[in-house]
């Protein structure tokens, strides 16, 4: 048999429901944002790390022209190499008949002797290629999904020079090209760009490197020194045109994997602890404001002679009911939407197989902290009305100490009426359920804006890429260098409007004992396509001597204009020279040094070369273009910037869009929470007093409008704070997605803001619209029969 | 005034019935009300616990309706008006006072005062209300600051500030000693002389009932008696 008091707890419950829900799904909200955060980012962390152990993918990495294979040997000796595989890597363009634009493969061989030992590819279908077959590929996944190849199909590269038609296998994933990234591309394109493997003895025989390679592979003992292996290697390969060998982290794909990874850690880090904060504040405030209202209930247990045990426990049993709730559904849509989330950026990233990471230890922080929330409020509001003696619980808490202030002349000077002036006095009377519930709306818009603010930063950082810095309609990038006449003769292809060169060069940047792998960008002085922006976004010219580095670079290295820095050429004769820091530039990508092209080629001592050209096009004669350009020998990769664009979007559309809408989803059940339970309890404590005034003759509409005008008032002075707070959360994020590879510029403009608000004051119309529904109700002769 | 003449009906009510509907229980509160009230009339509800004098009030006074039967104010049709209806109706005509004084807390006594001339058509001035009811120098206490008589008298002074045709009272002195309970049936009194307003007053004590014009008894849902008083005591003249 339930006690009275059990019996009690569960009509209240039925009672408020739907308060108890909304609270309920307040602490949701907060435990799952936490949950699916750092349970997407763990998991993909540790898919990644299970990948790379299973398929053994290297540490250093290093590209030369020529290199005989027998080096091999005297790399394996280096100390701290555990492994050493030579290949043959080179872009090139493809044929593919059923595609206008361009296409290109980074060709990859594999060993026709034995195993791959390094980079180890998982066939998804089919076999590898016979040794020495010189038309048989194994085509990466991705690729041939786009281009709906099965095994059989066939397509065309050309490979130095020479058109092949190619028989696929088999298709693979691997390791290495999880971000299967073509040059000048900001986003994996599998239509435009793939990877082929290919048979060494074939694949050498087509780049004339039989007993040769031109790609290493190293994996690093453990405890093995990463730098001095990497020096050693160079110091090997500097005499066969050696670029400079690089760790992870500057292999393309892991840099990009890392910096998405890093996002949405950043994202789990700082978001998700926001919300459960914040969301913990709401309950805490909610229920304690739920118990004070219970003052009389409480009075009346004790006089009957409830111990105050008792009666504190029936309203922690109370809490309790609704915290598990909310801690239930939170776990479970969190689970829910980690694993959805964790399945969409495992299938962006092409994974072979996931592995889901829920560690109890975040469910029990999220689930605790909520609770402790919920019962902290309860028990604070609970002891305080537990310690009055039944008599005055019973009465009505004191209101009476309303004094005249300085309101009051304001009032008399406004001839404000009177139901203005309940609504002013009630404000100001109750300064901590005031401010409580102007900081939980707050904090509700907050959430709100640091949820939205990444959408207005990328679409600011679209802007200046595309429409202000990058205008090319496309890039060519050369096999090896060209003379600058090559440029000439890609200007007079049809629909060339323009043709913009650039020389590219890799090189080791220092200052001080700060250093980094970058590429010196050789521009005209006044590039009109590809244009360098100056911390106002306002085009550059070219320095006419030394470098001008991206605002991120010339951080990392600790230096300003008029500085000068060690630049260490990876092509060349790979001298060591000093150059001044002409200026800081703008740039979101990458590490970026831009110099006049000339200056680069003197540097480079070599005459006047180019590494590719930009482009603008004639958009009606792409087709003319497209099928010239696919038969240029000189070109090993094509970049279409509109296209990228697109992709760019679309991509974001898929990834970002859906993590911040869950964000911003479970942002808007919190504001709707916290407004919707303010606007209850005030009815709660006030409806006596409104249906007092039906009975004067006051309509419902006046009546409404005193409770509801308290409500509009605090929104309305909740979102400037608000908009504050949501500011530093979007300062915090901006910090936490910075990565070396690229940079979200901290742009939070109007529109945030409005949305922002617009949900808030959207989930108060709707409260506001539910609370009147219920005024519309209030039993006015009920009300007259009690006492207050 | 013309003696001939008898003064115009305020309140007539027909067959008055209302049904309490709890699930399968049905509660008779009113079983067939028959009344009549003229302008200016002082009348005294008495009845036992439950005998439906409240709900009866309530029903003239635009707060609940009928189950069936008429409730008529001089032209309104009561039970049958809109919500909208019965609102203007309270607001234009009716001046409430209760047992449980039913102040805003959060207001002042003109204030809460103010609260109704603010939307009554020919209100008074607050304070001269509240001089009415020998609360002129009490004016700006809350409701927390005064004694619980003095609470029912600004109630009665916000009742009346409207200039109400109609007061009704449900046991106004309910809540107080008989020497407070004289000063608001006091202040009652005179507001029915000098406003004119027809003044309707549930009791449970019988010696009130020695100043009114008429006494109306209940009894299970129905008017038992009615005595006409052919002669009225002075508030200050009964005691309890
Ligand atoms: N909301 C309600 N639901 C059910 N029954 C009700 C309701 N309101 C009143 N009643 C019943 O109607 C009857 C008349 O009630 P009413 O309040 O009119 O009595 P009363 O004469 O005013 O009594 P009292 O002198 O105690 O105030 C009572 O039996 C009461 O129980
Ligand atoms: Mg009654």
Same mark, same amino acid.
């Given at each position: 048999m339930t006690s009275a008091l059990d019996r009690k707890l569960l009509r209240d419950l039925v009672r408020l429901w739907p308060q108890a829900l909304a609270i309920a799904l307040v602490m949701a909200a907060g435990v799952a944002t936490l949950i699916l955060g750092v349970g997407a980012h763990a998991s993909l962390s540790e898919t990644r790390a299970a990948y790379y152990e299973r398929n053994r993918f290297s540490d250093v990495f290093a590209s030369v022209t020529r290199a005989p294979e027998r080096i091999a040997a005297r790399i394996a000796e280096?100390?701290?190499?555990g492994a050493v595989e030579t290949r043959v890597g080179k872009i090139a363009l493809l044929d593919l008949s059923e595609m206008p634009e361009p296409a290109s493969a980074i060709f990859v061989s594999l060993p026709d002797?034995?195993?791959?030992?390094?980079?180890?590819i998982t066939l998804r279908s089919g076999r590898t290629p016979l040794?020495?077959?010189?038309?048989e590929v194994v085509v990466s996944e991705p690729f041939a999904q786009a281009h709906g190849y099965e095994i059989g199909s066939t397509f065309s590269a050309i490979l130095n020079g020479v058109k092949r038609e190619l028989t696929i296998v088999g298709t693979a994933l691997s390791p290495e090209f999880v971000y299967a990234l073509g040059p000048?591309?900001?986003?994996?394109d599998d239509r435009r760009f793939g990877v082929v493997w290919m048979s060494r003895a074939a694949l050498a025989a087509a780049y004339d490197l039989e007993g040769a390679f031109s790609d290493l592979r190293v994996r690093l003992l453990r405890g093995a020194s990463e730098s001095a292996v990497i020096e050693e290697i160079d110091r090997i390969l500097a005499p066969y045109g050696g670029e400079g060998a690089h760790g992870r982290k500057d292999q393309l794909s892991h840099a990009f994997l890392d910096a998405e990874l890093t996002q949405l850690q950043a994202m789990s880090r700082i978001l998700p602890p926001i919300f459960l904060v914040v969301a913990a504040f709401l309950v805490n405030m909610t229920l304690a404001r739920l118990i004070t209202l219970e003052r009389e209930q409480i009075g009346l247990l004790k006089a009957l002679g409830y111990s105050n045990l008792a009666v504190g426990m029936h309203y922690l049993k109370f809490v309790a009911a609704i915290a598990l709730i909310g801690a239930a559904l939170g776990s479970a849509a969190g689970t829910w939407l980690g694993t959805g989330l964790t399945r969409m950026y495992g299938d962006f990233f092409h994974f072979p197989f996931l592995i889901f990471q829920m560690s109890p230890s975040v469910y029990l922080v999220a689930v605790g902290v909520t609770l402790a929330a919920a019962i902290v409020g309860a028990l604070k509001a609970a002891t305080g009305v537990v310690r009055l003696a039944p008599a005055v619980a019973m009465?009505?808490?004191?209101?009476?100490?309303y004094r005249r202030t300085l309101l009051d002349r304001l009032h008399a000077a406004l001839r404000m009426p009177q139901s203005a002036v309940m609504t002013m006095r009630h404000l100001v009377r109750y300064p901590a359920r005031s401010l409580g519930g102007l900081v939980g709306i707050a904090l509700a818009t907050s959430i709100l804006v640091g949820s939205f603010w990444s959408f207005g930063s990328i679409e600011f950082m679209i802007d200046v890429t595309f429409? %202000?810095?990058?205008?090319?309609?496309a890039t060519i990038t050369f096999v090896g260098e060209r003379e600058a006449s090559a440029v000439q003769e890609i200007a007079r292809?049809?629909?060339?409007?323009a043709a913009e060169p650039y020389r590219s060069v890799p090189v080791k940047i220092r200052a001080a004992n700060v250093e980094r792998r970058a590429a010196i960008t050789g521009k005209p002085d006044?590039?009109?396509?590809s244009r360098v922006l100056g911390s106002d976004l306002a085009p550059v010219h070219m320095p006419e001597t030394g470098l001008a580095l991206s605002d991120q670079l010339a951080a990392i290295l600790r230096v300003e204009t008029g500085d000068v820095v060690e630049v260490e050429l990876m092509?060349?004769?790979r001298r060591t020279v000093t150059m001044p820091v002409a200026m800081v530039v703008e740039g979101y990508l990458g590490l970026m040094a831009y110099a006049d092209i000339g200056t680069v080629n003197r540097l480079m %001592?070599?005459?006047?070369?180019?590494s590719g050209v930009h482009l603008s096009l004639d958009e009606t004669r792409r087709e003319a273009l497209f099928a010239e350009l696919k038969a240029?020998?000189?070109?090993?990769f094509v970049a279409l910037q509109r296209v990228s664009l697109a992709k760019f979007r679309e991509t974001l559309a898929q990834n970002l869009l859906t993590m911040v809408s869950i964000y911003a989803g479970l942002a808007a059940i919190i504001a709707f929470g916290v407004v919707y339970n303010f606007a209850r309890i005030s009815l709660s404590e006030q409806g006596r007093e409104l249906a007092s005034l039906r009975v004067l003759g006051f309509t419902k509409a006046e009546i409404s409008w005193i409770l509801l005008s308290e409500l509009a008032i605090l929104v309305l002075l909740a979102q400037p704070l608000g908009w504050l707070i949501g500011y530093g959360f979007a300062v915090a994020m901006a910090a936490g997605f910075e990565s070396e590879l690229y940079r979200v510029p901290l742009v939070v403009n109007r529109e945030v803001y409005a949305w922002a608000s617009l949900v808030v004051v959207g989930a108060a119309l709707v409260s506001g619209l539910i609370v009147r529904r219920r005024i519309d109700r209030l039993d006015l002769i009920a009300v007259l029969k009690t006492r207050e | 005034m013309n003696v001939e003449t008898p003064p115009p009906l305020v309140f007539r009510t027909r067959a008055l019935a209302k049904v309490y509907r709890t699930g399968e229980v049905e509660v008779h509160a009113l079983r067939g009300v028959d009344f009549e009230a003229c302008a200016g009339e002082f009348v005294v509800l008495l009845g036992p616990s439950g005998s439906g004098k409240s709900t009866f009030l309530n029903i003239i006074g635009g707060l609940d309706r009928p189950t069936s039967g008429e409730a008529w104010f001089q032209d309104h049709d009561l039970s049958r008006s809109s919500d909208a209806a019965l609102t203007a109706y309270r607001r234009d005509h009716v001046g409430f006072v209760f047992q449980?004084?039913?102040?805003?807390?959060?207001?002042s006594a003109r204030e809460n005062v103010r609260l109704v001339t603010e939307i009554a058509r020919h209100p008074m001035r607050p304070e001269e209300a509240l001089d009415i009811v020998g609360l002129g120098d009490r004016m700006d206490h809350f409701p927390a600051q005064l004694s619980g008589g003095e609470q029912q008298r600004v109630a009665i002074a916000r009742a009346i500030a409207k200039r109400p045709e109609v007061l009704l009272c449900d046991?106004?002195?309910?809540?107080?000693d008989s020497k407070t309970g004289v000063k608001v049936l006091d202040a009652l009194t005179r507001v029915n002389e000098s406003f004119g307003a027809t003044t309707l007053v549930i009791t449970h004590?019988?010696?009130?009932?020695?100043?009114?014009?008429r006494v109306v008894r209940f009894a299970d849902g129905r008017i038992q008696a009615v005595e006409t008083n052919a002669a009225r005591l002075r508030p200050e003249e009964v005691t309890w």
């Open positions: 280096i100390d701290g190499v002797l034995g195993e791959q030992t390094l980079d180890l040794p020495g077959a010189t038309r000048w591309d900001l986003m994996p009465t009505p808490p004191a209101p009476a100490r429409q %202000r810095s990058d205008r090319q309609d292809l049809p629909g060339v409007m006044d590039p009109d396509l092509a060349g004769d %001592r070599e005459g006047a070369l180019v240029i020998p000189a070109a090993s | 449980f004084y039913n102040l805003v807390p959060s207001l046991e106004p002195t309910g809540a107080l004590n019988a010696g009130i009932a020695a100043i009114a014009h």
